[in-house]
């Protein structure tokens, strides 16, 4: 398996720009997660995921966060519109909740300036 | 991806050394632990994990061990590689949650 896949691996976007996270998880894992990693804040979950329904978005920072699941092969996280403090790694995580805890994507480092 | 940068706490060992890692866990009804290690520019990767009703696994070079008494958990690496450089994170689950939470992490920085 080639593990959790994120695209794009580097966006950099002006601000007020709408910009969209993709991640395809593990075949066969029915949760999927999206993290934010700041280095004031370490890893925060923003959005879980369980058989393709949004479970927990309590932590998608305001309304200009949303995040779809469409499939169970792959999701979308999208900020419009784009703020600079919106700057982060973004990971994607899935699993199928048996041993090895979540299996995390190489992640997005998100730039706007 | 890059790990969390300037503020993690540091650890600087010798390779060849033996590494302890350790971490205090915030939630007294979680009952399952795991390590994780993230290299720069990765995303965390699973090292070892443990459950509440144990409290020392090991694995290859790794031994984690949990002490529920005062919510630690600690992760040894023995014979510390260059390769071992990295952020090491602990998460903590359990007590009827399905949430991951991680600590801050440590910065581990071997020495030739």
């Known amino acids: 398996d080639a593990g959790v896949i994120q695209s794009p691996r580097h966006e950099v976007t002006e601000m007020g720009q709408e910009v969209t996270l993709r991640c395809k998880p593990i075949s066969g894992h029915n949760s999927l997660f999206w993290y934010r990693q700041t280095m004031m804040r370490g890893l925060e979950l923003l959005i879980y995921f369980n058989n393709n329904v949004p479970i927990d978005d309590s932590g998608m920072p305001e309304d200009r966060f949303s995040a779809k699941m469409p499939n169970a092969s792959f999701s979308t996280l999208k900020i419009q519109p784009s703020e600079p403090r919106d700057s982060a790694v973004y990971f994607c995580a899935s699993t199928d909740w048996g041993n090895y805890g979540y299996t995390f994507g190489s992640g997005t480092r998100l730039t706007v300036v | 991806g890059e790990s969390v940068g300037l503020h993690l706490p540091t650890l600087s060992v010798q390779e060849g050394d033996n590494s302890i890692i350790n971490c205090a866990y915030s939630n007294s009804a979680s009952d399952y632990f795991i390590w994780y290690k993230q290299e720069s520019g990765k995303g965390p990767q699973f090292i070892i994990d443990?459950?509440?009703?144990?409290d020392k696994r090991q694995g290859q070079r790794v031994t984690v061990l949990l002490n529920k008494t005062v919510k630690h958990l600690s992760l040894q690496i023995a014979a510390t590689q260059p390769g071992d450089s990295a952020v090491y994170f602990c998460?903590?689950?359990?007590?009827?949650?399905?949430?991951?939470?991680f600590g801050t992490g440590t910065r581990l920085k071997v020495l030739a």
């Open positions: 443990i459950r509440s009703n144990m």
């Open positions: 998460a903590e689950s359990g007590g009827g949650t399905y949430k991951y939470i």
